[in-house]
């Protein structure tokens, strides 16, 4: 009996090891679901993270198009720009944080703080917070996106291939010139028709009539004529007729930013940009006109479009085209008064000075 119980109790004991093996593997399991728990979840709110931050350019980039598109569309202003595009920035982000929440349970926050023009013109500056969520981990980040206005091809920034990366409208002439007619848009310009030389002419500036049928750039685009006095260095006027042809922006001290321009202004407190407004090509010579520079021309306060001199960058067929310029942009784009002159007077000018 008793050697009987001693192999029992030793059978027991035996049996009882698979199940403190078993125990322990189940622990460390457990253990290991634990860490790779956490490991989850920190990766999920690691790449909601970087996917919200990813997606405020390209919203943004998008809302600034729509608001731009629709003041094209009616002429009307939006006053605060930089507000309601913050606001409208805002939902579209709500938005996509809600499709998150459903999906994953990751508590996440986007505040769009603001909207403002960057150091470089042709960008706008967004800055936001991204707060995330999930169980003990907690992630916060500030961030600041550059969006820019020009049509750019797809880069690293904006990954996504169904993302449309297309110009952004001028919105000034459409609501500068609202009451006076209808602005025609074809191959990516502006065509006036009558629409600014009646906004010059109830203005009460002389020579109106210069700009019936003129027309200037629809979208922003750079300038990469840099200097700009190189415009006026070429033979015959060749980089200014380029830069103008193209419908290139500038950057000026006084001309509005973007965000200003879609709020109806020609002129800003902020640095802004500068285009070219092009009389069309006449046989008939006017040697001063409204100056053809946007911010002058659009500047409807009282007597404050001033004229500039005739500079001819092309003819043919005894059509000739010519914009007009006051000495600051003259000197600012590299022309000279020689330049304004006909190109017979420039060659006998250039032989009766001996420099
Ligand atoms: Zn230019
Ligand atoms: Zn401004």
Redesign the pocket.
Known sequence: MDDKGYVMGGLAFLLMIPSIILLLVLVNMVNLDDSSNIMMTTDTVFHISGDVERNIPILARQTIKETTENVVQTGNPVPNSREIIRNRIQTKINDLISGYHNNTGVNIRCNILSVDSSSDLFEIEINSIISIQKDNISHNRNVIQKVPLVGLKPTKMFSEESYQFNDIPDPLPFIKCKNYGVLKVNMGRISYGSTLSSYLSSNGVKNYSVYENSSSALYIKK?P?DP?IS?GNSNKLQTLKN?IENG?Y?ESRDGACFLCRLEGKAICNHYGLETFIVPAGTNTRFSTAPCSIDHVIFNDEKNRIYNGESVEYYSSFNIYFRIFLDNGHGTKYGISNSDTLSENQISNKKIKQPE
Do not use: D, L, P, R
Request: proline share 0%; hydrophobic share 15%; with cysteine.
């Open positions: 300038c004529f700009y415009h830069c290139y500038h």
